[in-house]
C-alpha cells in the first residue's frame, strides 16, 4: 500500500495547487500579524557563493519593498557535503564563472587564509549583523577575506572567538535547521528557500508576484537558462576532425540527473554532438548518507527548476536499490541496440514523472518498450545481468572517471577539456561549443 500511495502523494506535495494554497496561507497569516515582507538571509564567511550574494543585496533591496534580517552561520554538516573539500574547490571555481556572468568581484583567495582572520571576518560580522550597514561591511569585510587582504585590514582586530559570538552563530546554525535548510548563501521567504544567484529568479517572481517590485517586473537573476540552445543555430557542431564526445554522468535515482539528462540530451541534438552517458551509483547505493532535509529541499527545487524549464516532474516512484539495479542491468543491452539515450530517457521520466515502479516487471516493460526496445528480448538479458551483477564494475568504474575530473556529484558534464557539475552548469558546456564553432 505505501508503494503504491507514495507517487500519488509526491504528486500532490509538488502540484501547484498546494504551492499556490501555501502561499496564499502565508501571505494570509503575514498580513493578520501585521508582519513585514521579511527575507531571512544566511551567510558563512568561507563560502564563495556568500560572497557573491552580499553584493547583489543592494540592488535587490532597492528593487524590492522587502526587509532583509541577516544571520552569520559557520562551518558545513558533513552529512549535508559528503566531499567537502572537492565541494570547496569546486565552489571557488564555480563562483569565479558567476562572477563574471553578473559583474561581480571574483573570489580568489590568494593564499590560504589563516583560522585567525576566519574568526576576525566572523566576528566583524557578527557584530554588525543587527546593524543598517550590515551589507555595505559585509562586502567590504568579505572582499578582504576573499581577496587576501584579511590580515592587513584586519590584524588588530582580537584574535580568537568571543563566547558571546560563538553563542550567536550557533543560534543561527540552529535557526537554519529549524526553518528546514543546511546550505549558506541562502535566503528564507514565507516558507521557501532560495539558493545563490541560481535560486533568485524564483524569488524575484515570487516577490513580482505579490507586487514588491518598485520598478517593472524584471527577473535578472536567470543567466544559467535564458539562452539555452539560442547561442548558434541548430546543427552547427563544431569544425573539427575531433569528433570529442560530450559525456554525461549521470544516476537514475537523482531527480536532477534527470533534469540534466533531458537538457543535455536537447543540447546535443541542437548542435549535433556526439553524446555518451556513463551511469552511477546513486548516493545511497554507495554508502553515503543524504539526510532528510537534503531530500526534501531536493524534491521541491527540482519541482521549480523542472517548471521553469517545461519538464515534467513531481509522480515520483523511487527507484532506489533493485529499480536503479534493473535500469543499469540494462544499460548495455540498450546501447547494443543503439537506444542507450532513449532508454534512459524512458526510464527517467517513468520514475520521476510518471509513477512507475521500475523494481516490477510491468514497469520496467513500459519503460523498454517506450524506449523501444523489445521487451521479451530484452527481460531473460535483465534476468541474466541481474544476477551477474556485471554492471556493477562499469558503474563504478564511471565514478572513478568523473572522480578524476575533480567532479563527485551528478549531473556532471565533460566536453573536451571542459567539465561541470550540475544541471545549472550546462550552460558552460554551450558557450565552449559556440567558442569552436565561432
Known amino acids: 500500500m505505501k508503494k503504491i500511495v507514495l507517487p500519488w502523494l509526491a504528486r500532490f506535495l509538488s502540484s501547484q495547487i498546494?504551492?499556490?494554497?501555501?502561499?496564499?496561507?502565508?501571505?494570509?497569516?503575514?498580513?493578520?500579524?501585521?508582519?513585514?515582507?521579511?527575507?531571512?538571509?544566511?551567510?558563512?564567511?568561507?563560502?564563495?557563493?556568500?560572497?557573491?550574494?552580499?553584493?547583489?543585496?543592494?540592488?535587490?533591496?532597492e528593487r524590492f519593498s522587502i526587509k532583509f534580517r541577516y544571520h552569520i552561520v559557520s562551518s558545513q554538516d558533513k552529512e549535508m557535503y559528503p566531499e567537502p573539500e572537492l565541494w570547496h574547490e569546486h565552489a571557488l571555481r564555480d563562483a569565479q564563472y558567476l562572477a563574471g556572468?553578473?559583474?561581480?568581484?571574483?573570489?580568489?583567495?590568494?593564499?590560504?587564509?589563516?583560522?585567525?582572520?576566519?574568526e576576525a571576518i566572523l566576528e566583524c560580522l557578527i557584530a554588525?549583523?543587527?546593524?543598517?550597514?550590515?551589507?555595505?561591511?559585509?562586502?567590504?569585510?568579505?572582499?578582504?577575506?576573499?581577496?587576501?587582504?584579511?590580515?592587513?585590514?584586519?590584524?588588530?582586530?582580537?584574535?580568537?572567538?568571543?563566547?558571546?559570538?560563538?553563542?550567536?552563530?550557533?543560534?543561527?546554525?540552529?535557526?537554519?535547521?529549524?526553518?528546514?535548510?543546511?546550505?549558506?548563501?541562502?535566503?528564507?521567504?514565507e516558507g521557501e528557500w532560495y539558493w545563490g544567484l541560481d535560486r533568485l529568479s524564483h524569488l524575484e517572481l515570487r516577490l513580482n508576484d505579490l507586487g514588491l517590485s518598485q520598478t517593472s517586473k524584471q527577473v535578472l537573476y536567470q543567466k544559467s537558462t535564458q539562452n539555452f540552445c539560442k547561442r548558434a543555430p541548430k546543427q552547427m557542431a563544431p569544425q573539427s576532425t575531433d569528433t570529442a564526445p560530450f559525456i554525461i554522468y549521470f544516476s537514475a535515482r537523482s531527480p536532477y540527473s534527470y533534469l540534466g539528462l533531458e537538457r543535455g540530451v536537447a543540447l546535443a541534438s541542437h548542435y549535433g554532438l556526439p553524446i555518451e552517458i556513463r551511469p552511477v551509483l546513486p548516493?545511497?547505493?554507495?554508502?553515503?548518507?543524504?539526510?532528510?532535509?537534503?531530500?526534501?529541499?531536493?524534491?521541491?527545487?527540482?519541482?521549480?527548476?523542472?517548471?521553469?524549464?517545461?519538464?515534467?516532474?513531481?509522480f515520483v516512484a523511487d527507484p532506489l536499490g533493485l529499480g536503479v539495479e534493473r535500469c543499469y542491468a540494462l544499460f548495455e543491452y540498450a546501447k547494443s541496440q543503439g537506444k542507450e539515450i532513449d532508454y534512459l530517457l524512458s526510464f527517467a521520466r517513468a520514475?520521476?514523472?510518471?509513477?512507475?515502479?521500475?523494481?516490477?516487471?510491468?514497469?520496467?516493460?513500459?519503460?523498454?518498450?517506450?524506449?523501444?526496445?523489445?521487451?521479451?528480448?530484452?527481460?531473460?538479458?535483465?534476468?541474466?545481468?541481474?544476477?551477474?551483477?556485471?554492471?556493477?564494475?562499469?558503474?563504478?568504474?564511471?565514478?572513478?572517471?568523473?572522480q578524476k575530473l575533480g567532479?563527485?556529484?551528478?549531473?556532471?558534464?565533460?566536453?573536451?577539456e571542459v567539465a561541470v557539475w550540475g544541471q545549472d552548469r550546462i550552460d558552460v558546456i554551450e558557450r565552449r561549443v559556440c567558442e569552436l564553432i565561432n
Open 101 to 118: 556572468e553578473y559583474g561581480l568581484l571574483a573570489p580568489t583567495l590568494k593564499h590560504i587564509p589563516e583560522p585567525s582572520e576566519t
Open 18 to 61: 498546494l504551492l499556490r494554497s501555501r502561499r496564499r496561507a502565508r501571505e494570509f497569516t503575514r498580513r493578520l500579524v501585521a508582519r513585514e515582507h521579511q527575507v531571512d538571509i544566511f551567510l558563512r564567511v568561507d563560502d564563495p557563493y556568500s560572497y557573491l550574494l552580499v553584493q547583489v543585496l543592494p540592488e535587490l533591496r
Open 128 to 189: 554588525s549583523e543587527e546593524k543598517d550597514g550590515f551589507i555595505q561591511n559585509a562586502i567590504s569585510v568579505l572582499s578582504d577575506y576573499w581577496q587576501g587582504r584579511a590580515i592587513s585590514k584586519n590584524q588588530s582586530m582580537a584574535k580568537g572567538i568571543r563566547p558571546s559570538t560563538l553563542q550567536k552563530v550557533n543560534e543561527n546554525n540552529l535557526l537554519l535547521s529549524a526553518l528546514g535548510h543546511y546550505l549558506s548563501a541562502t535566503l528564507y521567504y
Open 407 to 416: 567532479l563527485w556529484g551528478v549531473p556532471s558534464f565533460s566536453y573536451r
Open 283 to 314: 548516493m545511497l547505493m554507495r554508502g553515503m548518507a543524504v539526510p532528510q532535509q537534503k531530500k526534501w529541499y531536493i524534491f521541491s527545487d527540482t519541482k521549480r527548476e523542472a517548471l521553469k524549464l517545461g519538464i515534467d516532474y513531481g
Open 351 to 402: 520514475v520521476n514523472a510518471q509513477g512507475v515502479h521500475s523494481d516490477t516487471d510491468r514497469g520496467m516493460q513500459k519503460i523498454v518498450e517506450t524506449a523501444g526496445l523489445d521487451w521479451s528480448e530484452a527481460q531473460p538479458v535483465l534476468d541474466r545481468e541481474l544476477t551477474s551483477g556485471e554492471w556493477r564494475k562499469w558503474a563504478e568504474d564511471n565514478y572513478s572517471q568523473m
